[in-house]
């Protein structure tokens, strides 16, 4: 009981000041120091469990939030900050602390101490826990995502490239771990080509009388020269540079060595869901998914989902009227030669399957007229399910 006892010596502080400051009664305090006792108690108990440390945890948030509601409710004069400030949420990342030091294996829990810490705008302590938590788990590829992620939000793209790229050397096979690299990548194209517009560089006389325009108004010298380095180059090699940039070069390169790397069909959805849905230009949209279904193709030619991916890549979540009515007839017409040419071969009830998922996803859209599908469906349909049938029947 010593330990709880040393923990009751901690509190006196916080639960003092917040009486000072009016946040809570004698009455409130008392109920908190009886509450934190018990939490204490279960820890020190020779086998705690994860839970009672979640619980205490949530029960330190729930009163910081309290603190933060009543402080605001009341108005109190701004003052230099006072040990009830922070008291709470320090001892919420005490408790994490203490729970890792029993639970380190538990991926989970060093993810719920990383986000509390965002939460509460702690940056150097997230990078702290990153770190120590991709140390120990350097085969998690999540980890590697969240790190990246955090560096991203704070504008250091290179360390977040350099934790992209480490987490692929050890995780080669994780589409989850691509498909982050590929948006990365995706979204640095898209800062660059934001700040061009910024620059106004479309030609070299241009970009440089911008730049100079840019650097009078308040942008610091040094930046605008490293942007014209970056884009500027020397000449006519810096425009051909910005051209492959904005058609996607870098894109481009990661996607070849994702397929490399995991040639599944797991791996194209998520890399076609990803590149039809992200915000960038049509030309580079359409110059990565044609570069993306050129080694589709080439790789799993005959793979089920891989040919509905390739038959339904123009049906896109923002069609309208005619558009979506072309884009529907072309895919289904597609399936309807795959599944033919399948069955011709005696290996159909995959094509089939993936064709009788066709259908039943564009049923399910809500904009989609169910008697289109219907209309489609007709020729081919009877026959898919009635494969599909027959091919399970040989086999039992």
């Given at each position: ?8 010596e ?19 305090i ?6 934190r006792t018990a939490?204490?108690?279960v ?26 509601k009543?402080?605001e ?12 400030d922070y ?14 030091k029993?639970?380190k ?30 140390q120990?788990h ?15 939000a704070?504008l ?7 934790l ?6 050890l ?5 989850e771990m691509?498909?982050?690299y ?10 660059m ?8 560089i ?5 970009g ?64 076609h869901?990803l ?10 949209r359409?110059s990565?998914l044609?570069h ?17 991916l390739?038959?339904t890549?123009?049906?896109?979540p ?9 884009a529907?007839?072309?895919?289904n ?5 795959a ?17 009788a ?7 399910e859209?809500g904009d ?17 399910a009635?494969?599909i ?8």
């Open positions: 009981m010593e330990r709880v006892q040393f923990q009751q901690q509190m006196l502080a916080e639960l003092k000041d917040l009486v000072q400051k009016g946040l809570f009664t004698q009455q409130e008392k109920q908190i120091m009886k509450k939490f204490e108690t820890l020190v108990r020779r086998v705690a469990k994860k839970n009672d440390y979640l619980r205490y945890a949530s029960y330190e948030m729930g009163l910081e939030a309290l603190r933060k009543r402080a409710r009341l108005k109190l004069p701004r003052t230099s900050p006072s040990v009830s008291a709470l949420v320090r001892r919420q990342f005490h408790i994490f602390e203490r729970a890792l029993k639970f294996s538990d991926v989970g829990l060093w993810i719920q101490y990383i986000q509390l810490a965002k939460k509460e705008g702690a940056r150097s302590l997230v990078g702290r826990i990153s770190a120590r938590a991709l120990l350097p085969n998690v590829p999540s980890l590697y995502i969240i790190a990246a992620q955090h560096e991203l704070h250091s793209p290179s360390a977040a490239r350099v992209l790229q480490r987490g692929i050397r995780n080669g096979e994780s589409v691509w498909r982050e590929v948006k990365f990548e995706l979204g640095f194209v898209e800062s080509r934001r700040r061009w517009v910024v620059l106004g479309d030609s070299d006389e241009k440089k009388k911008k730049a100079e325009e840019n650097a009078e108004e308040g942008m610091s010298e040094g930046e605008v020269e490293q942007i014209q380095t970056e884009a500027d180059g020397e000449g006519g090699d810096a425009e051909q540079a910005r051209k492959a940039i904005m058609q996607g070069a870098i894109v481009k390169s990661v996607i070849s060595n994702a397929v490399k790397a995991v040639p599944k069909a797991t791996l194209f959805t998520a890399l869901e590149l039809s849905s992200y915000p960038t230009t049509p030309g580079l359409s990565s044609d993306l279904h050129t080694l589709l193709q080439q790789t799993l030619p005959t793979d089920p989902i891989a040919v509905k390739t038959a890549r123009n049906l896109l923002n069609l309208t009227a005619d558009g979506l009515v072309d529907l007839r072309d895919a017409e597609k399936m309807v030669t599944v033919k040419n399948a069955c011709a071969h005696g290996d159909g009830e995959g094509m089939a399957q993936a064709y998922d066709f259908i039943h996803e564009q049923v859209r989609m007229d169910v008697s289109l599908v219907s209309s489609m469906q007709r020729p081919l349909f009877p026959f898919a009635t494969y049938v027959e091919s399970r029947r040989r086999t039992l």
